[in-house]
């Protein structure tokens, strides 16, 4: 803020040298000694015209401190002048010591000297929300945050923006260090129009008048001293204040100013505009607009996500970073600043951060530091601690955390004192709602490693995150299946973290948070990485002698994982000994569960009819016991065995049968999945339209509940059914959305792949899962009567199912194969799948297999 060449507590309406020296001195951002060094005079002489000692200075010293200090035009006629007052001008008293500059709106509203405000990004709300503070019955409103967040921006926008709510006048005043009470007070008043306190009643004459104070944290005590004084000398006057913590008066209002938006992790955005809905990637743009050309190109946009989301939203350490763009590309500032934001620094004064005198530098480091030494030593530890957490969590977690292992302390208060210094994030309305910037965590985790207490944080750490993962995971299998994997999904970095640390500190704990992971990962697409993290802590030898129930549990959990990814044979020996473990502890859920895992696997491995025997142990066992949720996983798994062999009609009933037990149990999960594979089974019949009506609604449910795997398999069977009712539109669409979104190369692909004039456009499948996609092709090829690309369909078909789980499709693919190509060594190679898999034809495969056969044996008689 500039100083006020209008308002003067100078007698004669004009402004004193010392005033005005002080005032030019402390908006270029320069110390006394700076000053004297720049203009070439003594620091004694500077101290002392500031302090009105030298009344007649020497011109050449006038000019000198006016080209020091940049005064040009007008101010630097003013500031001669100054320097030689008129004879008649009545004589000064000496000024006291006073680090402040002023400046106003006149009473009229319109903006005469305040400084104009940035274009501000992402701050509309705050603008709107700060102002209805100010017009509600607020005296004094305090805008708290880190430094660097934007308070003096935002406070600057939100004077102008209320100019004409307040005719008395609109002033701002910046304190300085070593301010006293009184240096305050005379400063406010003196920008507010008036030379005495007692005199500002009735320049306001009861109109309101809005005063900003900025940078309170340079001398809080005095502060508050003056605007507590000045508050009750001038009811009508409000006063909005800026710093890194509350002045703390009677009736203040403290609203932190939060870091800007950014991309939430695991956002890959498509488009510049989708990316720009975020204010901090909107405002790293339009820096990074101000020193290149060239806008980011697409291969730019997700580093730049990753960017802002380091940068926490924090505006100055992304103006820093957009700062750098003049010389390196998005990418390489992810590359080599990403894990060193704290270092980021900028050169020159600065009203908002703490000036490295020596070097004139600033770093987010000392920055953060600032706000860190503000608290109470207990508070810091307590930081210190927190900074374990890589994303958002909850109160609860907090607590368990600080506890330490002891009783739980009510962390809310706590929570308080950070947020009102603006080290702690707070977004949403969910529990997991409270998040450190990145800045501050790495910054109080350098403390915490400094203090030597890192690894002891670490440890509580692991164990807090593995409770909440014991504690939530049996859920994934009931009722609240959507709430625990949202939280989980809400907890992922700190899952991972815990992990990580764990499994080189405490593997034994590392085994407990892994072992009741399996059904999250296998949700979320990660059962590979999640099947070595059990491998690798099962064959660790510091869990060798963990308890044999934990452990079993860690092996059910990489079998299960195993099967999802064609792997399962390979893990048979490891459920039976699982199952050995839990049936000599006498552990009934365990026993159920080995039990249902190896049914799972051992078809896998050939053992088709002692999966089916599994599967009945389970549905005695559980029946015995009155298990409704494993009782109807039994009877699911019986389903595919009446399938295999044939008998749909026995799997529909076996279904109806789950279905009722699921509506029984209220677990609504289960249902669907009992509805999924009734729809698989319509299709199997051949009924085809009910297939589609059934697998639209369950793919729909699906999406709500959060199982993409289980959704991306029923929509295989609305796009085979549709596709084998020759409804060939509507199975393309599907196929749109099963497929990968990455194409496979032209020259992987079966030629004429999706479309009837062969351009060659579909992804070859390269998982078993994309199977289906193959076998849709088929039919669609097929019902075309491009026979030639049909083979190629079915064959590719056959191939990417051979190693999966869902054996029928292999089955299903050679059907087609031997159809297209009426080669009869398909059905040498179809008999033997059919042989190792124990699966019978249905009917209509065994019609068209008879039909292809006669077909062949009439063409051999004609010849």
């Keep these: 803020m500039t100083p006020d060449h209008d308002r003067s507590p100078s007698t004669g309406g004009r402004t004193g040298l010392s005033d005005l020296l002080r005032g030019h001195r402390l908006a270029a951002g320069l110390t006394q000694a700076e000053l004297a060094t720049r203009a070439g005079v003594g620091v004694r002489t500077v101290r002392d015209l500031e302090r009105g000692r030298s009344a007649r200075p020497q011109r050449t010293t006038v000019d000198l401190l006016a080209g020091a200090l940049g005064l040009t035009g007008t101010r630097r006629q003013a500031f001669l002048a100054a320097a030689r007052p008129a004879p ?59 430094a660097g967040v934007g308070k003096t921006a935002l406070a600057l926008t939100v004077a102008y923006a209320v100019a004409a709510d307040h005719p008395a006048g609109v002033a701002g005043v910046l304190v300085g260090e070593g301010s006293e009470a009184t240096d305050v007070l005379a400063a406010s008043v003196a920008v507010l129009g008036v030379n005495r306190l007692a005199d500002l009643p009735g320049r306001l004459a009861g109109r309101p008048a809005l005063l900003l104070v900025d940078a309170v944290e340079r001398a809080p005590g005095p502060v508050a001293e003056a605007l507590r004084t000045m508050v009750a000398a001038a009811p009508g006057l409000r006063v909005l204040v800026t710093g890194r913590r509350p002045v703390g008066l009677p009736g203040e209002l403290v609203r932190p100013v939060a870091p800007l938006d950014v991309p939430p992790a695991g956002v890959l955005p498509a488009d510049p505009a989708a990316l720009a809905r975020w204010p901090a990637a909107a405002l790293f743009r339009a820096r990074l607009a101000q020193v290149r050309r060239e806008p980011p190109t697409p291969a730019e946009l997700p580093a730049l996500a990753a960017l802002v989301r380091r940068l926490g939203g924090l505006p100055l350490a992304i103006e820093l970073m957009a700062a750098r763009g003049r010389i390196l590309d998005v990418t390489e500032l992810l590359d080599r600043y990403g894990d060193r934001v704290l270092d980021l620094a900028t050169s020159g004064p600065a009203g908002w951060a703490p000036v490295d005198r020596a070097t004139g530098t600033v770093t987010l480091r000392e920055a953060v530091a600032t706000s860190y030494h503000l608290l109470a030593s207990a508070d810091r530890a307590a930081l210190r601690r927190l900074s374990a957490f890589c994303n958002r969590w909850s109160v609860e977690l907090a607590e368990d955390l600080l506890a330490d292992g002891g009783p739980r302390a009510d962390a809310v208060p706590l929570l308080d004192r950070l947020l009102e210094l603006g080290l702690l994030s707070v977004r949403g309305t969910g529990p997991f709602r409270f998040r450190l910037l990145d800045a501050v965590r790495d910054f109080a985790a350098e403390q915490a490693a400094a203090e030597g207490e890192l690894a002891r944080i670490r440890h509580r750490h692991a164990l807090v995150v593995t409770g909440l993962v014991v504690r939530n995971a049996p859920d994934l299998l009931g009722v609240e299946h959507s709430a625990a994997v949202h939280l989980l999904d809400e907890a992922t970095g700190d899952i991972t973290v815990a992990l990580t640390h764990a499994a080189d500190d405490d593997p034994v704990t590392a085994l407990r948070l892994a072992a009741a992971l399996p059904w999250w990962w296998r949700l979320r697409g990660r059962d590979v990485s999640g099947r070595r993290w059990l491998r690798r802590l099962l064959d660790d030898p510091r869990t060798a002698d963990a308890d044999p129930v934990l452990r079993a549990w860690a092996l059910i959990g990489s079998a299960r994982l195993a099967a999802e990814h064609g792997a399962g044979a390979e893990e048979v020996p490891a459920a039976r000994t699982a199952l050995a473990a839990f049936r000599e502890a006498g552990e009934v ?24 025997e599994q599967a009945e142990a389970v549905l005695e066992l559980a029946t015995r016991h009155g298990r409704v949720r494993e009782t109807a996983f039994a009877q699911t798994c019986l389903t595919w ?4 062999v044939g008998d749909l009609a026995g799997a529909r009933r076996r279904l109806a049968t789950v279905d009722r037990l ?17 729809a698989e089974v319509s ?25 993409p795997g289980r959704r991306r398999r029923v929509l295989g069977t609305v796009g085979l059914a549709l596709a084998q009712a020759g409804r060939g539109d509507e199975a393309l669409e599907v196929l749109a959305e099963l497929r990968p979104a990455v194409p496979v190369p032209a020259q992987r692909r079966p030629s004429g792949a999706g ?15 994309d199977a289906v996609c193959a076998l849709i092709e088929g039919q669609l090829a097929l019902h075309r009567g491009d026979r030639e690309l049909a083979a190629e369909w079915f064959a590719a078909a056959a191939e990417a199912a051979a190693p999966g789980p869902h054996r029928r499709d292999v089955i299903e693919a050679l059907v087609g194969l031997a159809a297209s190509t009426a080669d009869m060594t398909v059905l040498d190679r179809l008999d033997q799948a059919r042989r190792a898999n124990g699966i019978s034809l249905l009917p209509r495969e065994e019609d068209l297999l008879y039909a292809l056969v006669a077909g062949r044996d009439l063409g051999t008689r004609r010849r």
């Design 662 to 678: 699921a509506a029984q149990s209220g677990e609504q999960r289960l249902r669907l999945l009992a509805r999924a594979n009734l």
């Design 683 to 707: 299709r199997l019949e051949g009924r085809y339209a009910d297939a589609v009506e059934q697998g639209r609604r369950v793919a729909a449910a699906l999406t709500e509940l959060g199982d």
């Design 755 to 769: 479309h009837p004039d062969r351009a060659g456009v579909a992804a070859e499948p390269t998982r078993p899962e």
């Design 88 to 146: 008649s001008a009545a004589p000064r008293p000496a000024a006291r010591h006073l680090p402040l500059t002023g400046s106003g709106i006149t009473g009229g509203g319109t903006p005469v000297a305040l400084p104009q405000p940035v274009p501000l990004i992402g701050r509309d709300r705050d603008v709107v929300e700060v102002a209805a503070l100010l017009a509600a019955d607020h005296p004094v409103v305090s805008l708290v945050g880190l």
């Design 589 to 612: 859920t365990g026993e159920l569960w080995s039990r249902l895992v190896l049914g799972m696997l051992l078809p896998a491995a050939g053992a088709h009819d002692e999966a089916r």
């Design 641 to 644: 065995h009446d399938v295999r």
